[in-house]
C-alpha cells in the first residue's frame, strides 16, 4: 500500500511539472513586451495640470467639433504589410476635408506632453489627457515633418503640435507620409512601441480605443464623463 502511494504521489508530481513547463511554452512573450524597454527613456512621468473639458478634431477645420470636417485614409484594424508583416493598424490615417498647403497638428483636447519619439519620417507626439472621473488616457501623432512643442509642455487644443509632410516632401522619401497616424490610447506601458507591433485583437484592445468611433462618440463639449468603447 505504502509503495502505492509513492508511486502516486511521484506520478501527480511528474504531471504538475510537465503541465508547468507545457504552460510557459505556450505563452510566447509579445514583441511589445520585446521591445518596451527601448522606449521608456523617451517618456516623461508628468501629470496633466487640466481635466478634459472638450473633443475636437486635430486640425483647424471650419468646425472642429465636425467629424466630417476631417478625411480618413486608412481605416483602424486594418492588416498591414509594411515593417512587420501583418501587424495591425492602431490608428486612423487622416487630412482634413479640405486642405491646401502646410497642415498644422493641433492636440483634441488639453493635456501634456508625455513622449516624443522616432525619427524621420515617424516622429511622433504622445500627449496625456486626464479625464473628469480621473482616469487617463493617451492620444498619438505620428508622421509629424516639424515638432513645436517639448516633453512636459502643459498644452491645450490650440497648441501647435507640429505639421504634415507636404505631398512633395512625402514624395521624396518614397513614401506615402502626407497624413496623421492618430492614435487614442487606453494605455501607454508599452513607451510606444505597440504602434507598429501590435499583432492581435487582445493586444489592440489592451492598448487602444477605435479612434474614428472615439471622435464620433465625443466631439465636443464634455459633460459628465467620456464615451468609450
Ligand atoms: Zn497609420
Redesign the pocket.
Known amino acids: 500500500m505504502k509503495t502505492f502511494t509513492l508511486i502516486f504521489i511521484t506520478s501527480c508530481l511528474a504531471i504538475f511539472l510537465q503541465a508547468g513547463k507545457l504552460q510557459k511554452k505556450v505563452i510566447p512573450q509579445s514583441y511589445i513586451d520585446k521591445d518596451r524597454s527601448r522606449w521608456a527613456p523617451f517618456y516623461l512621468e508628468v501629470w496633466p495640470s487640466k481635466t478634459v473639458d472638450s473633443w475636437k478634431v486635430p486640425f483647424e477645420t471650419p468646425d472642429r467639433y465636425k467629424f466630417s470636417s476631417i478625411k480618413i485614409i486608412?481605416k483602424y484594424g486594418s492588416p498591414r504589410l509594411s515593417y512587420l508583416k501583418n501587424h495591425i493598424?492602431?490608428?486612423?490615417?487622416i487630412i482634413p476635408a479640405k486642405s491646401t498647403g502646410y497642415i498644422t497638428v493641433y492636440p483634441v483636447a488639453s493635456g501634456v506632453v508625455c513622449s516624443i519619439h522616432l525619427d524621420h519620417p515617424f516622429k511622433t507626439v504622445v500627449v496625456k489627457h486626464l479625464l473628469k472621473d480621473n482616469t487617463i488616457i493617451y492620444t498619438s501623432y505620428?508622421?509629424l515633418q516639424e515638432i513645436y512643442v517639448r516633453n512636459g509642455l502643459q498644452i491645450d487644443q490650440n497648441t501647435k503640435l507640429g505639421r504634415l509632410y507636404t505631398h512633395t516632401e512625402a514624395q521624396k522619401l518614397n513614401g506615402n507620409y502626407d497624413?496623421l497616424?492618430f492614435e487614442v490610447r487606453k494605455s501607454f506601458d508599452d513607451f510606444g512601441c505597440a504602434s507598429w507591433l501590435t499583432m492581435t485583437r487582445e493586444e489592440l484592445n489592451q492598448y487602444f480605443y477605435n479612434p474614428a468611433d472615439f471622435l464620433k462618440q465625443n466631439l465636443g463639449i464634455v459633460k459628465k464623463t467620456i464615451n468609450v468603447y
Open positions: 486608412s493598424h492602431t490608428a486612423i490615417d505620428k508622421h497624413h497616424h
